[in-house]
């Protein structure tokens, strides 16, 4: 089966069928994202990548929406269209207002600028900064 | 003057120590760090960059310990050394544990390897992420 | 002529031409890949770029499959949407399976997490890495 | 404790010292390297990341040289220097040869180079990739 | 108000016309583009970004044309499908011609390749350089 | 040998020697850099590469330090160390006064923080830059 084709419940193998029942169980939804149905092409990837994430994004030293923003943080930096849009709505789900949306971008963009006026100068680390 | 030299209080112009006498008084610190040392070298930019990292950084719908944060996590994913070393320290500062530094990490990571999944297996946005 | 538009092999001067006729030779293809036609805008860059790409895909210590799922390893970790959907196809065309995709994608992921994890622990070289 | 100190196996947790074990069994060797003595301060982190990193990298439809190499482009092409340099050595140790490094740094520059021209020339993907 | 919709002039608020406003006399343009229609949601981001921008790109002791062409490198390194689109629209109207894009694409190209292969190689910096 | 040793004049090869000559007699200059005693591990990406940089770098419909300067702002977005302190010594060689310098990395921060504001609230295409 092409690798361009997302699998469908339906369609899936039992391997596949209890990933996806978690994911829906746990995330209380009717149906699992775009993701994780081109992930079922590989189910070991799919399992792992799940269980990994159901792990991470756990409520504990950090709360379930700055998770969700951290996340966010990072797929912006990389330009990922599908994991900009899923963790958008996500973090939306999690309570991200339009003013945190605001202030999470503005934050984004300065590291993102810093980052490299900090390569450009060659700026040394502070020994401050090393302990 | 080379731009690989620090520019010290003592060396600097006018222009210079008004930034660096801000950034001294904003952070309640003896002295600026390396970064900001550096950037003496174009005061343009030395100040509007610090003019905008104050207005970013403020707490508003974000406090400040979450907007340190979202900044480490946007220089780890870039690789940038120093703003990793300095945003690190900034966000001990603002009252980052070491179990929020790790699931910190373990966020990033995550969105790190599956941004890439997503881009590989080349996922289509889910329509209801488009609204 | 404006850049976005291909410049296919009718349209091509004698330079252009000679570089299609060589990419269709080589691969045994009918036309070009919209790469080569929009790369046609510069024809010293055309050249170049065609005979560096056959010099460094050719099977030499490293065979052909090798290759471009190098290729599309960097692709995907640079999110580069075309570079993805055409270094799949060659991938394919050299005998990559689902499941050879779906092991160089959960390698790619695990890379491109650890690199971070690394990143953001700061982790120094081990001595023995350096010999 | 500082984050910024390694973890030795005779300081860690029970736990640690699980992980650190099956590490030296897994790849007969007498120490761990730095990355899992940094990352054993998120002892939750550090066992989920060495349990993917032991399923992703055992030998399956690719062969444990190739995942190597795969990994070093990776980690060359996000520019992670801890990185590039423990997983130089570990293909080094699966087989990987001085020619067969120079061609997979060929291949990943080459990919870095037309990566960017693809999107600077705004190519649209072909039909044909689409399938 | 949804972030995924743009705000129009007649929709926006004061604080919003009158960047947009300044934004049109200082281009000389009929409307703003899309960019500056979605940071509407942030006004303060938009003013700074606004601002900044301004001051930024300003002939100094470089040309407008030539701040137009490095902020084309940055994007296509990024592969920002936007601004790649958006700039290469202002480098155009600065003066940027066919074979001035076509020697800044393959100048960008070959950056990115050498970078890669600096990194491979893990080439120490020439004494001469950290004068 | 190993790939970690940089290949000086006296031991290359006389196919190594004969790219070490052009590039000396090219530049002027009494030795090569790092860059080139490192490629030296693998002839043809050192023949190659030399070629490439020596028709791509060539003063054209741009000069050679507008040429420089993309390079840098390339290498800086990167992160690449070596790249950043290699093409900032022939930037200044070039011609790039501390003013030129300073506007530069303004634009080249700006710029990343603007293709992060572009991805984070996903602004669509206008259709007049699609033209």
């Given at each position: 089966m092409s690798q361009r084709v997302p699998i469908d419940y339906g369609d899936a193998s039992a391997e596949v069928r209890a990933v996806f029942d978690d994911i829906k169980r746990s995330r209380n939804v009717a149906d699992v994202n775009n993701f994780w149905k081109y992930l079922a092409h590989d189910p070991v990837t799919l399992k792992r990548t799940w269980e990994s994430i159901k792990e991470v994004?756990?409520?504990?030293?950090?709360?379930?929406?700055?998770?969700?923003?951290?996340?966010?943080?990072?797929?912006?930096?990389?330009?990922?269209?599908?994991?900009i849009a899923s963790h958008n709505a996500?973090?939306?789900?999690?309570?991200?207002?339009?003013?945190?949306?605001?202030?999470?971008?503005?934050?984004?963009?300065?590291?993102?600028?810093?980052?490299?006026?900090?390569?450009?100068?060659?700026?040394?680390?502070?020994?401050?900064?090393?302990?």
């Open positions: 994004m756990a409520p504990g030293a950090l709360d379930a929406l700055t998770k969700e923003m951290i996340y966010l943080a990072v797929s912006v930096t990389n330009g990922c269209g599908y994991c996500a973090a939306r789900k999690a309570g991200m207002t339009d003013a945190m949306f605001g202030e999470l971008m503005a934050v984004v963009g300065m590291a993102n600028e810093t980052n490299r006026l900090a390569n450009g100068y060659r700026v040394p680390i502070d020994p401050a900064f090393e302990k």
